[in-house]
């Protein structure tokens, strides 16, 4: 079992910047993959970025330049740096863990969601 935390969203004006972090605890030496996902209201939740335990990462397109997404190991902690924040970046982020159980099948484990909301 993974419980994940996500803190960091927020309130922020257009071109603003915000941090969010996710905290894993449990079994997280069997976590492969991290990433962040968001949903806007009556959109689905779509991936924005994922990083693989080797340090493998990809980012959406409509987000490279402006969002980092990072992990530190020794601290079972996901990052998602956001820079240049647009109203279309307005959602519920979501960090996700993906645990490996055989070569073909895998477990996903969620956070419980932060809300981020840029004003323009």
């Known amino acids: 079992q993974v419980q994940l935390v996500e803190s960091g969203g927020g309130l922020v004006q257009f071109g603003g910047s915000l941090r969010l972090s996710c905290v894993a605890s449990g079994s997280t030496l069997s976590i492969s993959a991290m990433g962040w996902y968001r949903q806007a209201p009556g959109k689905q939740r779509e991936l924005v970025g994922r990083?693989?335990?080797?340090?493998?990462?990809n980012i959406k397109d409509s987000v490279k330049g402006r969002f980092t997404i990072s992990r530190d190991n020794a601290k079972n902690t996901l990052y998602l740096q956001m820079n240049s924040l647009t109203p279309e970046d307005t959602a519920v982020y979501y960090c996700n863990a993906q645990v490996d159980i055989s070569p073909r099948l895998y477990q996903n484990y969620w956070g419980q969601g932060t809300q981020v909301t840029v004003s323009s």
């Open positions: 990083i693989t335990s080797g340090g493998n990462t």
